[in-house]
């Protein structure tokens, strides 16, 4: 695939708000019919109530060896409503395709879920992690590398000592920071350092950039992105 049809898909993705990436677990299984499939279902009905308040759900549903863990995380500036239209998609969505892996993540613009049948919470998780960048060369990288790197790292400051472990600016440079809020303050700022220790293979020079991950994610853009509240 050229780099613009996946530019062009990406932009799509956007607009349609389809996932912007999806990962499988391949270590465990299960076939039709296995008890960690309605514990499953039940958990993506409960995060899909559970996140819009505030953003954030986390839950396990059922018993060993059957109980299913999962978290719905929505981006800090997405209003409730966004926010339950993304994790409904998202529960919807991942089954399709990862329907026999008991664990599994999406992520879209607005929302991130995933689920497992290990208990996960409170662990970093940077395994799964994808870049997206703007095709666009900024015209001094140096230059632009060194303020986009001091700005996320302010931002991962601001982050982990925020309740909601999320941080934006909105000057010259448009950034966000957000983790999971499963984890702890202090690992959500060693999840946000891990990224931002990614952005020279990621966006070196690029007018706008993302590292997501499963516990943590940053973006920047030259232009503003998030929904003013
Ligand atoms: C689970 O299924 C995938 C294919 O869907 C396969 O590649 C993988 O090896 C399976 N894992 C186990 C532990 O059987
Ligand atoms: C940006 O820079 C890269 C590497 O120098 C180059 O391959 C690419 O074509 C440039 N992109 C644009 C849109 O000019």
New binding site residues.
């Given amino acids: 695939m050229s780099?613009s049809t996946l530019s062009l898909l990406l932009t799509l993705a956007f607009f349609l708000q389809t996932a912007l990436f999806h990962f499988c677990s391949d270590s465990e299984n299960f076939s039709a019919y296995d008890p960690y499939e309605p514990n499953l279902h039940k958990l993506t009905a409960f995060l899909s109530i559970q996140a819009p308040p505030s953003g954030f759900g986390m839950g396990s549903i059922g018993q060993e060896p059957n109980q299913a863990y999962g978290l719905a995380l929505c981006r800090g500036d997405v209003s409730s409503q966004d926010c339950e239209t993304c994790v409904v998609e998202a529960g919807t969505e991942i089954r399709k395709r990862c329907p026999y892996n008991k664990g599994a993540t999406i992520w879209y613009d607005n929302c991130l879920f995933k689920y497992s049948n290990q208990d996960f919470f409170g662990r970093i998780d940077n395994g799964n992690m994808f870049f997206m960048w703007n095709?666009?060369?900024v015209s001094e990288p140096q230059t632009f590398n060194h303020k986009t790197k001091q700005l996320l790292t302010e931002l991962a400051n601001e982050a982990y000592a925020n309740p909601k472990l999320y941080a934006t600016e909105e000057t010259e440079l448009y950034g966000l920071t957000q983790c999971t809020k499963d984890l702890s303050a202090s690992d959500c700022n060693k999840c946000l350092d891990d990224i931002i220790n990614e952005l020279s293979s990621c966006c070196d020079?690029?007018q706008g950039g993302r590292v997501v991950g499963g516990s943590c994610n940053f973006r920047y853009e030259i232009y503003p992105f998030l929904n003013s509240l």
């Fill in positions: 780099s095709l666009n060369n020079g690029k």
